[in-house]
């Protein structure tokens, strides 16, 4: 047995002795309230450091508690969970920390989004030091290792983030290659890490930068890739940003057959009709869909489908049936209220709000 | 016979009761609405408050050895057990703090310091006795099948014996309520399988394994030579926090003006008069703000039934409104002394271990249980004094 096995192994008896005495709670649930970052039940991390990136964007440097293994890729990305006014919400934000330079901290950088509503609290209502939720880094957006021989990234606005991570972790390897950058913002303001990427080009003769700046250029037209890119169709591609910009890339990738040769990460979800009336609800677990409108509840449904739903009173009053949303939005026929995903709903009497995905 | 027609029995239209059901969501709606930062305060400061307690006192029983120390850490654990139970698990359980999306405090996550698994609670408390609240016959909690605490239900000899079991079922109470869920009275009625029932009691001795270990085994060892003395206090705050919580509980639904139900009012029940029912079976009891603390707000027991899944902490609030909606509606609102209510409830549970021949009232017009005969009876008794 090794040292840190052997270690290991200590620690976990030793938690498992302790978990003995707090029982039917766990240390954490005694420890986090002396420190928050001290529970391995509930990942947590303390905002050290926010920066401003843009006059809409800031990173955010955070130190991640107990229960974060430290491993992650670059283009992966981390669930936030911050609380407003009692209640925790919860976002996806890609990394844009290299998982190379090992300091034990974390960034992600957020672009406020006009009528968004958790953004906004996180880029400018943000204080260093704030206890945010975690939830561990997820995705296969990814880069190869080694990197493909050569690259093209296409991006725009906030989509620049999870590349940043990768062009951030190529350079800690001083294994930068052929890679070129295609990168959409309105203005020269408005672009993401301009300075770093400038001096990175500087260092890496490899890293060709195409900047488009939309206000003045008009936007990327994509049937023209070749004027800022002509051998894109040679390249591994990895593209992220608005929807439209996705779409267009997939049908073009598509239409010359390389469909395999392109990734993409989507921040929206592109689940129909969210804050609709009904929609398409799946059970993710169980495999079954049922299509319903905006009246039947959710319990129902699931039932209709042939799902085994947990119910009590069906009535709304005794939890038995709550479950949680993976994604898209329900309505709480009694309040009205909307819950999206990352949020436990009574299901008998809440009822979808456009597609939504449950994990029964 | 218990209420069969609750209208009646209130005096109240269709019409009006359909106006009290409006009332009474938009004043759900109102609460929801303004859930904020102050209330997930709160119950975090409860929590803080409570865990601290609970290490102070367990702490403290390192020198139970030591008298003045046996008592102080003795009534730290009974204190922070009762909150953990009352003002935390009961009412977290309920969903009562799902609101604010936080894992750790969320019925669909809470385990409670309690003999009882919070599955089996949610089932027999938030299910059926939330549910089908003083149904005769359907509401296991009216009596936990041990009491007889309405004369709905009719008198078996074994009946006699209630102050002995009551006084057990006191002491006792959190493996009563463990065991209650199990319910082997629906195996025998065929509405339970025999596999289920086994089930569940191998989940509730594993949880009563795990609690007992730690109280009476573990944390003991742990203080070494004072290994008797934290023992016997850990025993005395499970059996303080016990007793309390049977106390609490019984005076919710079992002093005078708290009223019975049968299956047929049940039957053709709107959702207004849902809420009329539960304010009809519940009741409260005057407190000062340490005594609403330590029953877990459910002082505010009517409040608690009609919205069960509102912040323990808003009761007080929506207290002011239910009186004064009661008032407007010439409805009832049952409320006393803490002791007089707890007094009323002893008195019942004595009395009604004597047979119904020795008794006066009949289920129409008694103390603990009326019907909407009551009030012809009550104009006829009136017409012979006449
Ligand atoms: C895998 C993944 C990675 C991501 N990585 C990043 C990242 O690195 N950086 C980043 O900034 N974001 C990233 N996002 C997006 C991020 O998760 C959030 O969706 C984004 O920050 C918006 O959140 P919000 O709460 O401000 O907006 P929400 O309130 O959730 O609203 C979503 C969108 O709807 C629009 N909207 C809301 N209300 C209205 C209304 N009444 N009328 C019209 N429009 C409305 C908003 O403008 C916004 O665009 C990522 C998403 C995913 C899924
Ligand atoms: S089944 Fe009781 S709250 Fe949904």
Redesign the pocket.
């Known amino acids: 047995m090794t040292r840190t096995t052997a270690s290991r192994s200590f620690t976990s008896l030793l938690r498992d002795a302790a978990s003995k005495l707090s029982h039917p709670l766990l240390p954490d649930d005694y420890l986090h309230l002396l420190n928050p970052l001290w529970s391995a039940r509930e990942l947590r991390g303390r905002v050290v450091e926010v920066r401003k990136e843009t006059e809409t964007?800031a990173t955010l440097v955070i130190k991640p508690g107990w229960g974060w293994n430290g491993s992650y890729q670059a283009g992966q990305?981390i669930g936030i969970g911050h609380q407003v006014d009692g209640r925790w919400?919860w976002?996806?934000?890609?990394l844009?920390s290299t998982p190379v330079q090992d300091d034990g901290l974390i960034a992600?950088?957020?672009?406020?989004?006009?009528?968004?509503?958790?953004?906004?609290h996180?880029v400018n209502g943000l204080a260093a030091g704030t206890i945010v939720r975690l939830a561990a880094p997820q995705?296969n957006?990814v880069l190869p290792d080694p990197p493909p021989a050569r690259t093209l990234f296409l991006t725009a606005g906030?989509g620049i983030?999870?590349i940043m991570s990768m062009l951030r972790t190529l350079d800690s390897r001083g294994d930068l290659p052929d890679v070129v950058l295609v990168h959409s913002a309105p203005t020269e303001s408005d672009v993401l890490f301009r300075h770093e990427l400038h001096e990175l080009a500087e260092r890496h003769p490899g890293l060709h930068l195409h900047e488009q700046l939309t206000d003045a250029m008009g936007m990327l037209d994509l049937a023209n890739l070749e004027a800022v890119c002509p051998d894109w169709t040679e390249r591994q591609t990895w593209a992220c940003g608005p929807p439209a910009m996705l779409d267009a890339a997939e049908v073009l990738w598509t239409s010359r057959g390389l469909a395999d040769a392109l990734h993409l990460?989507?921040?929206?979800?592109d689940l129909e009709g969210a804050g609709g009336e009904g929609g398409t609800v799946t059970f993710s677990r169980s495999g079954k869909t049922a299509v319903v409108d905006g009246a039947t509840t959710l319990l129902l449904a699931g039932e209709a489908a042939g799902v085994v739903m947990p119910f009590g009173c069906r009535m709304g009053i005794c939890q038995s049936c709550v479950l949680p949303l993976k994604a898209g939005s329900v309505r709480d026929l009694r309040s009205g209220t909307e819950h999206?995903a990352g949020e436990r709903v009574q299901t008998c009497i809440s009822a979808a709000a456009g597609d939504c995905v449950f994990d029964v | 016979m218990a209420i069969s027609d609750i209208k009646a029995y209130a005096h109240l239209t269709p019409a009006d009761v359909e106006a009290l059901g409006k009332e009474l969501d938009a004043l759900r709606r109102e609460i929801e609405e303004s859930r904020g930062e102050k209330d997930a305060a709160y119950i975090r400061r409860v929590i803080k408050l409570q865990r601290g307690l609970e290490y102070a006192g367990r702490a403290t029983l390192f020198a139970s050895l030591f008298p003045p120390a046996w008592i102080a850490g003795t009534a730290m654990l009974s204190l922070s057990k009762i909150i953990e139970n009352m003002e935390i698990g009961h009412n977290v359980i309920h969903g009562q703090w799902d609101w604010m999306n936080d894992p750790e405090i969320h019925s669909s996550t809470w385990e409670w310091d309690n003999a009882a698994t919070s599955e089996s609670w949610k089932h027999s408390h938030n299910v059926v006795h939330h549910t089908w609240t003083n149904i005769v016959g359907k509401d296991r909690d009216v009596g936990y099948g041990l009491l007889r605490v309405t004369r709905d239900y009719k008198w078996k000899p074994k009946n006699l014996a209630q102050p002995a079991v009551y006084t057990l079922l006191a002491l006792l109470f959190e493996y009563g309520i463990a065991f209650h869920d199990v319910d082997v009275s629906a195996v025998k009625k065929g509405r339970k399988t025999k596999e289920r029932a086994k089930e569940q009691l191998r989940d509730m001795r594993r949880k009563i394994g795990k609690q007992m270990t730690k109280d009476y085994l573990l944390w003991p060892a742990l203080t070494g030579p004072a290994f008797l003395g934290t023992l016997s206090a850990n025993f005395t705050a499970n059996v303080v926090r016990n007793v309390w919580s049977n106390a609490v509980i019984f005076c919710g639904h079992f002093p005078d003006g708290a009223e019975k139900f049968t299956l047929a009012e049940y039957e053709t029940e709107t959702p207004a008069e849902w809420y009329l029912r539960q304010m009809l079976g519940s009741a409260n009891f005057n407190g000062g703000k340490l005594l609403t603390f330590m029953s877990g707000n459910l002082n505010h027991q009517i409040e608690h039934h009609i919205f069960p899944d509102l912040p323990s902490n808003r009761y007080a609030e929506i207290a002011v409104r239910v009186r004064e909606i009661c008032d407007r509606y010439e409805i009832p609102y049952t409320t006393g002394h803490f002791l007089v209510q707890y007094g009323q409830t002893i008195r019942t549970m004595l009395k009604l271990s004597l047979p119904d021949s020795m008794l006066k009232a009949t289920s129409d017009d008694a103390p603990e249980t009326a019907s909407e005969k009551k009030w012809e009876l009550r104009a006829e008794r009136e017409k012979v004094a006449a």
């Not at chain 1, 990460?265 to 979800?269: C, G, H, P, Q, T």
Request: net charge positive; hydrophobic share 35%.
């Open positions: 964007a990305y919400h976002r996806s934000y890609s844009t992600i950088t957020v672009k406020a989004m006009p009528e968004g509503f958790l953004s906004g996180l995705g957006f906030s983030t999870p990460e989507r921040f929206s979800v999206v």
